[in-house]
């Protein structure tokens, strides 16, 4: 990764240091304003508080299950959901960006949808699957699906000219043509739009949780809500900010990796 | 038959409303199993002319038609080799060559022996799981080249296939193309600015005017290779030597210095 322009990259242990220093003063911040006992510990609860809690959530369970079985349960709706909305956006974003008719049919509709948030399809995620695994799937899905498809599409739409006249003069099929020269010409593109899509599906998961299910993160925070336990919601808040910047270190790994490999492809 | 006629072929861009013509009616018939050679001014509709046999462009008006049936897509019996190669960066230099076949749908005991054939015949042993991008411009080339010649293709349509490569390997190439012509001649056009590896390669070469391209004369080579027995020498620069080669060379070039004249008007 490089710096912003004009700056050059810090050296390796100042840059940590300004990661630890950055955190430090947050929790730093977070402990004085605990401790000046000008906000109730109702109001924000005190870091070691929710450290207290976690350790809690963590032995005994909470609305049924523990926080790590609520998580599990949440990673697995996450897979779902963004496993679906890449399995169905990349080869159809693919197919859009190949076939004239179908980027003319869906792109109109497709650019209109995704505008809305994917929180707004919760009455009919309850109502179509329910609010079990479905449901919160679906939404998921919503979250994760537009950027998995727009750049698989632009990928496809952007591929050299001259790749594409190559392919059709040796006699290439649409499905070899898709395969095999707009699929692996997008792969920097997918993958980017796929970390994107794993972001916002990570994102939408919460939302999901929060109206319909029966556990997982986002249920785990409703109830801490209900029972009037902040330290209870602040421990969903960290679990998912934790997950999510995991998921997406690595994801970004995996896309440092595909751009090293192919970095040495390009001409 | 594979010959490659061109009907009062025109060609009009339209651009903000307005018409630029670019090719004012092209009548020529590239005989099966000729070599043709193109050169003309820059912007000429040479390339243009190319891109129509391979089916990637249509005329405005005017028909092509390869083998008596009117080009309208592209198609592995008219391989092109285009200037910037256009190998598939992720594909092996073996997966090149067999995109095509496997197109076609070979069985892959016959794929193999034709790749192999054609990777010898190349001069590309070894370098069957390299990349693109870890070959030279001009093992590139030869990589395109094989891609195409391997479909045992009617029509070899060459877009400059030599402009991107340095002098050497552009000598080197022009005479294993001339090898290649003579075990297995191909209707070939090809489209050239360099006058020298026109009159070296075709049996006939096409001048064109600048744009809107159209033809200005077309000069017979074959006879004059055969009558002074230019296949008596093994090295390009003992051919380019000959005086008959170097009287062609310089009615083309006038021809075309013609063309320049008027363009500074």
Not at chain 2, 79 to 106: H, M, R, T, Y
Not at chain 2, 140 to 152: D, F, G, N, S
Not at chain 2, 155 to 175: K, N, S, Y
Request: some cysteine; charged content about 20%.
């Amino acid at each position: 990764m490089s710096a912003r322009s004009g700056q050059a990259p810090l050296p390796r242990f100042e840059a940590t240091g300004l990661w630890l220093a950055g955190l430090g003063g947050f929790f730093g911040l977070w402990t004085l304003v605990a401790l000046s006992g000008a906000v109730s510990a109702q109001f924000l609860p005190s870091p070691w508080a929710v450290v207290e809690r976690f350790g809690e959530l963590a032995r005994t369970p909470f609305v049924g299950h523990t926080i790590q079985e609520h998580l599990v349960s949440s990673i697995g709706r996450y897979l779902a959901g963004f496993g679906l909305a890449a399995m169905i956006g990349v080869p159809l974003g693919l197919m859009m960006g190949w076939f004239r008719g179908l980027d003319d049919a869906v792109t109109p509709l497709f650019e209109a949808i995704r505008f809305v948030a994917p929180i707004a399809w919760v009455p009919f995620a309850a109502l179509w699957f329910g609010t079990g695994i479905g449901g919160p799937v679906l939404i998921i899905f919503m979250g994760a699906f537009p950027p998995a498809l727009i750049n698989a599409y632009r990928g496809a739409k952007f591929v050299e000219p001259r790749l594409i006249e190559a392919g059709r003069m040796l006699g290439a099929s649409d499905l070899r043509m898709i395969t095999q020269v707009l699929l692996p010409a997008s792969v920097p593109s997918i993958v980017a739009g796929l970390r994107i899509s794993a972001g916002l599906g990570w994102q939408s998961l919460v939302g999901a949780e929060l109206i319909v299910a029966s556990s997982g993160i986002g249920y785990l925070m409703v109830k801490g809500q209900s029972a009037i336990s902040t330290a209870t919601v602040m421990c969903g808040m960290i679990a998912i900010g934790v997950v999510g910047y995991a998921i997406d270190a690595l994801l970004r790994a995996v896309e440092a990796h595909i751009h090293r490999r192919r970095g040495r492809n390009a001409r | 038959m594979s010959d490659i006629r061109f009907s009062g072929v025109t060609r009009v861009f339209q651009r903000d409303g307005r018409e630029f013509p670019t090719l004012a009616g092209i009548d020529l018939a590239v005989a099966d199993r000729e070599f043709v050679a193109i050169v003309g001014p820059s912007g000429c509709g040479k390339t243009t002319c190319l891109r129509m046999a391979a089916g990637l462009e249509f005329p405005t008006t005017g028909t092509v038609a390869v083998g008596g049936r009117i080009v309208e897509s592209p198609g592995p019996e008219r391989a092109v080799v285009f200037q910037q190669f256009a190998l598939f960066p992720w594909k092996s230099v073996w997966d090149n060559i067999d995109f095509g076949l496997k197109c076609k749908g070979e069985p892959g005991a016959g794929r193999r022996a034709r790749i192999e054939q054609i990777i010898g015949v190349m001069g590309l042993q070894g370098y069957e799981s390299a990349f693109p991008h870890q070959l030279s411009g001009g093992m590139q080339q030869r990589v395109a080249i094989a891609r195409a010649y391997v479909l045992e293709p009617d029509v070899l349509l060459m877009d400059e296939p030599f402009g991107a490569l340095d002098a050497q390997t552009r000598t080197v190439m022009q005479e294993e193309l001339v090898r290649l012509a003579r075990v297995n001649p191909r209707t070939v056009l090809f489209i050239t600015h360099a006058v020298d590896e026109a009159v070296y390669l075709a049996d006939r070469v096409v001048v064109m005017t600048r744009r809107p391209g159209a033809i200005r004369e077309i000069v017979d080579v074959a006879s004059v290779r055969r009558a002074e027995r230019w296949d008596r020498h093994e090295r390009i620069e003992d051919v380019m030597d000959q005086e008959s080669f170097v009287h062609l060379r310089t009615h083309i070039w006038r021809l075309l210095r013609e063309q320049q004249a008027r363009n500074d008007h």
